[in-house]
């Protein structure tokens, strides 16, 4: 039996609604400036890690509630996650790289981790890129430091979620990176993104 609480299952949520809220600030301040192709691969990417993210929580509410053990909210999350980070970095990168120059499931645990951070990475990457032209040393530090709590969700990922503490830990680390992520876009957004 998994220990899940309410409030567990609540404070999922915030991690979720601080990247979606990113990710709207970014696709407001970047629709005039991306290309219509790299707006709309980011805009899928993070439409999936949101969609993600809200279903996998709204899984433990609904467990937690005692309402149903609702698995497919749960086992949706790692797929549709990786692949929307995947997208969304795509999507900024070839925004950063067309300033430059011209460039452009069901699969195993470990492709999928590899697909997610090479999706993060990318996407982190356009944003420590973007903060550094604007001269904005702390939206790189949120950028940076967000990555790595993310990598740390990733290692979490691999281990037993059925215990309350394993859930505590992963939202607190979560809710940092996402927090941070969220931070960061708000110091761009507010310079002038």
Avoid at 15 to 25: G, K, Q, R
Avoid at 32 to 55: E, I, Q, R, W
Avoid at 104 to 111: E, K
């Amino acid at each position: 039996m998994k220990q899940f609480s309410v409030s567990m299952a609540l404070v999922d949520y915030i991690p979720v609604v601080f990247f979606c809220l990113a990710s709207l600030m970014l696709i407001k301040d970047l629709q005039k400036k991306m290309s219509k192709a790299s707006l709309y691969v980011f805009t899928a990417g993070a439409f999936l890690v949101t969609a993600a993210g809200f279903l996998k929580a709204g899984y433990k509410l609904l467990y937690a509630l005692h309402i149903g053990d609702f698995l497919w909210m749960s086992e949706q999350f790692f797929s549709n996650q990786s692949l929307g980070f995947l997208l969304a970095g795509v999507g900024l990168m070839m925004h950063v790289m067309s300033k430059n120059e011209r460039a452009y499931g069901f699969l195993p645990t470990m492709a999928l981790v590899g697909i997610m951070v090479v999706g993060l990475g990318a996407m982190d990457a356009a944003l420590c890129s973007i903060a550094n032209k604007m001269k904005k040393r702390n939206a790189l530090i949120c950028f940076i430091v967000s990555f790595f709590l993310c990598l740390m969700m990733g290692y979490l990922s691999s281990k037993d979620f059925d215990k309350a503490f394993m859930n505590w830990i992963a939202q607190f680390i979560n809710i940092a990176g996402q927090g941070l992520f969220y931070l960061g876009v708000r110091i761009l957004h507010k310079a002038g993104l």
